[in-house]
């Protein structure tokens, strides 16, 4: 059993950055890929970025590429998700996953455990 708690959501204007926190506990962190999603109002869930257990590999949604950053602790068990030049369609719910297997993945099904969500909201 993984649990995963996400932290730093909050209302911020167009342009700013915000910085999520993902902290696992359960099973060694350090084994597992992990995962940023999000979901805004009306929406199907979409991938974020995505690391791998060694933070070697990461890959990004085209719509964040440049703009946010996905880095990982594994002395401290946790993830982060930097967000900058923020835009109003950044707007979402922020999930944190932890993934099935070390490498770093693109979709849901690859992951297991997920946290229960931070709002991100960025103002025009």
């Known amino acids: 059993q993984v649990q995963l708690v996400e932290s730093g959501g909050g209302l911020v204007q167009a342009g700013g950055s915000l910085r999520l926190s993902c902290a696992a506990s359960?099973?060694?962190?350090?084994?597992?890929?992990m995962g940023w999603f999000r979901q805004a109002p009306g929406k199907e869930r979409e991938f974020v970025a995505t690391?791998?257990?060694?933070?070697?590999?990461?890959y990004y949604a085209n719509s964040v590429k440049d703009r946010f950053t996905i880095s990982r602790d594994n002395a401290r068990n946790t993830a982060y998700l930097q967000m900058n030049s923020l835009k109003p369609d950044d707007t979402a719910v922020y999930y944190c996953?932890?993934?099935?297997?070390?490498?770093?993945?693109?979709?849901?099904?690859?992951?297991?455990?997920w946290g229960q969500g931070t709002q991100v909201t960025v103002a025009s």
């Open positions: 996953a932890s993934g099935r297997q070390t490498i770093a993945a693109t979709t849901p099904g690859d992951y297991d455990y």
């Open positions: 359960g099973r060694t962190f350090s084994y597992s890929g």
């Open positions: 690391i791998s257990w060694s933070g070697a590999n990461t």
